[in-house]
């Protein structure tokens, strides 16, 4: 089956500055890769995603990048607010059937 | 749209105890996922539904947890007997499958197993 590694665990940010979080995945079959955003007490929520016919999609602040020949994906979040901070997961999986595999999730704090 | 309900939202019970979380997805949606999240393990697919049908449970962990979708707006996972470390949050997720690769959660279940 699928493997998604994300990294890193957690990452701290000046407001104003970028973050970025990474992942992997290992079955070249995945076409779909959704972030989602989970908030304190919350269930996680879709922000952004993309699919493996696409190299790059951007929505105001949030962007994220898929290098099929790696294997990786990449969400970059610009002009970090204190809002933003949250526990992000990536995920990967085959948009045709229904399984979904996340990552182990990355704790994004953003300071003031 | 109401979104993906869930309840109850806490559930606090003794070893033994039998536990049924429940799940109303979005209308119209025809897909419905149960997972489980504890800091170990993330977030794990337990088993999913589509058109109330269950199409693949080898996530469930084992045989005290079963599942059912007696209907399409309401769907059913229980834990008998439950034990310490069934303790998670868990999460249902609702889809429109064949139009939309999109889950959209619920806000989930926090269970603890004295």
């Known amino acids: 089956g699928e493997n998604v590694e994300q990294h890193p665990s957690t990452l701290s940010v000046q407001e104003g500055d970028s973050a970025v979080i990474k992942c992997t995945y290992s079955?070249?079959?995945?076409?779909?890769f959704p972030w989602y955003k989970q908030e304190l007490g919350k269930g996680p929520q879709l922000i952004i995603d993309?699919?493996?016919?696409?190299g790059e999609k951007k929505d105001q602040r949030i962007a994220v990048t898929l290098n099929k020949t790696a294997k990786h994906f990449s969400l970059h979040i610009t002009e970090t607010q204190p809002e933003d901070s949250a526990v992000y997961f990536c995920?990967?999986?085959?948009?045709?059937?229904?399984?979904?595999?996340f990552g182990t999730g990355t704790s994004l704090t953003v300071i003031p | 749209d109401a979104g993906v309900i869930q309840s109850p939202r806490h559930e606090v019970t003794e070893m033994g105890q039998e536990v049924t979380l429940r799940c109303k997805p979005i209308?119209?949606?025809?897909?419905l996922f149960w997972y489980r999240q504890t800091m170990m393990r993330g977030l794990e697919l337990l088993i999913y539904?589509?058109?109330?049908?269950?199409?693949?449970d080898s996530g469930m962990p084992e045989d005290r947890f079963s599942a059912k979708m007696p209907n399409a707006s309401f769907s059913t996972l229980k834990i008998q007997p439950s034990e310490p470390r069934d303790s998670a949050v868990y999460f249902c997720?609702?889809?429109?499958?064949?139009?939309?690769?999109?889950?959209?959660f619920g806000p989930g279940t926090r269970l603890t197993v004295l």
């Open positions: 997720a609702s889809r429109l499958a064949g139009l939309s690769d999109t889950q959209y």
């Open positions: 079955d070249s079959a995945s076409n779909y």
């Open positions: 993309i699919r493996s016919n696409v």
């Open positions: 995920a990967a999986g085959v948009n045709t059937g229904n399984q979904f595999y």
């Open positions: 209308s119209g949606h025809n897909s």
């Open positions: 539904f589509n058109n109330n049908v269950p199409i693949d």
